[in-house]
């Protein structure tokens, strides 16, 4: 479709299927900002734009804008538009209609706590499109994404008036926030076994193992905390959350003791090396950067009477607060309502309701 580019005074257009390429010495930008409107219905083609999807699509407009430190790109849209691509890229569109609308909700309600608390401000924009935020636009959108979108429309979860935060993550490990696995001896009964009751025990994300050898772990605290813990000699979780999650992990060593505070933090610390995260399925995790998840316990390894390593046998995949994805497909695939998941991770006390 046609489309033209707008900048300080100046506008030119443009015929259908025209390109521009764009440099941070291109002499469009001596008129400031740039901003691509379509004259009719279509999308905007980025071809070097690396995503899942080859060649993405965009509709609504693109600002662009040059900084010190490169192109900005701002995608305006409307959010009902920005959710059609939101949901593929974040859950798969093969799973059923009532787990992709629990999804469409969640991202909704996510994006729209964004737009109140202006996190990306500084950019001119309301979210950005990675998993810092969610991730938008990797996959384009389906025709499953789009019914689930419209089927929801509006729809947001609240509770006492305010919008949910409505976080989400891959597979859970069967623990739900309701539950009391702060004890280590509760979580790791837990853990070592599974339960019917469970939606994601057919997953193989549901139950994981890796070993860390003392050189590895030897190797990561010289990265992280360089001159302060030495050899190691110890690995124990210090505190856990009522879910079961890790929240303190104190190393000890040579040279002194500390204390790693928060999921992420721990999860880097402990993010696999060459040594592989072994799926309940026997197959091998892809590298992931991170350790699958903070639900895991610990056992230390020795060889010859000398400790040699730490075994953690684990579950689960993402950082656990909200609504796993994976389980939502299994309820779904049992019958369960789009309505009846949200109540189901998110509690029996908020309300789904359509605030348009």
């Not at 996190?119 to 389906?142: H, M, P, W």
């Amino acid at each position: 479709m046609p489309f033209r580019v707008s900048g300080q005074g100046t506008e030119r257009h443009y015929q259908a299927g025209e390109q521009v390429e764009l440099t941070m010495q291109s002499n469009e930008f001596l008129q400031g900002d740039l901003v691509f409107t379509m004259e009719e219905d279509g999308v905007f083609q980025l071809p070097y734009l690396k995503r899942a999807a080859e060649c993405p699509s965009y509709e609504g407009s693109l600002h662009v804008e040059k900084r010190e430190e490169g192109l900005i790109l701002i995608n305006t849209l409307p959010l009902e538009t920005y959710l059609c691509y939101v949901v593929p890229s974040e859950m798969p569109s093969s799973y059923p209609i009532e787990a992709l609308k629990a999804q469409a909700v969640c991202a909704r309600c996510y994006a729209m706590l964004q737009m109140e608390n202006s996190r990306c401000e500084e950019f001119g924009a309301d979210l950005d499109d990675s998993v810092s935020y969610q991730v938008y636009n990797n996959i384009g959108k389906t025709d499953a994404a789009v019914q689930a979108v419209q089927q929801t429309a509006g729809m947001v979860i609240k509770e006492d008036g305010q919008i949910e935060n409505t976080l989400y993550y891959s597979t859970s490990c069967g623990l739900r926030m309701e539950e009391e696995a702060s004890n280590e001896a509760v979580f790791c009964a837990a853990m070592s076994g599974s339960r019917a009751s469970d939606a994601e025990r057919e997953e193989s994300w549901y139950r994981w193992n890796t070993l860390f050898s003392t050189e590895e772990l030897n190797a990561a605290a010289e990265t992280f905390y360089p001159g302060q813990i030495g050899q190691i000699l110890s690995l124990n979780v210090l505190k856990r959350l009522e879910n079961g999650r890790a929240e303190v992990l104190q190393v000890t060593g040579t040279l002194g003791t500390v204390a790693i505070e928060g999921e992420y933090a721990i999860r880097q610390f402990l993010r696999p090396g060459d040594q592989a995260v072994i799926l309940q399925d026997g197959s091998r995790a892809p590298s992931l950067g991170l350790l699958p998840s903070a639900f895991f316990y610990i056992t230390p390894q020795y060889q010859g009477g000398v400790l040699s390593g730490f075994l953690l046998n684990g579950g689960g995949y993402g950082h656990g607060d909200g609504m796993s994805q994976n389980g939502a497909k299994h309820l779904a695939e049992e019958g369960w309502s789009c309505q009846e998941i949200l109540k189901y991770y998110y509690g029996d006390g908020v309300e789904i309701i359509c605030d348009t």
